[in-house]
């Protein structure tokens, strides 16, 4: 699918779940994911770190 095909679609939608590849980068920046509910871990404990590691996904599709 290329890139533009993809920004007039998500322009039509009222909301988008982007599942992206964060635990790669929460770990790249020492969060500790050993556990079960890691992600919940990740935003209750750490919010700046998963904050910058969701906006470099999103960096990655502009």
């Known amino acids: 699918m290329s890139k533009k095909l993809i920004i007039d679609w998500a322009k039509k939608q ?17 969060v500790n994911l050993n556990n079960k509910l890691w992600t919940a ?5 750490y919010p700046e770190k998963n904050q910058r590691c969701s906006s470099s996904l999103f960096l990655c599709w502009s």
């Open 41 to 45: 871990s990740a935003i209750d404990y």
């Open 14 to 30: 009222n909301s988008i779940v982007i599942d992206g590849a964060m635990s790669l980068g929460l770990e790249e920046r020492q």
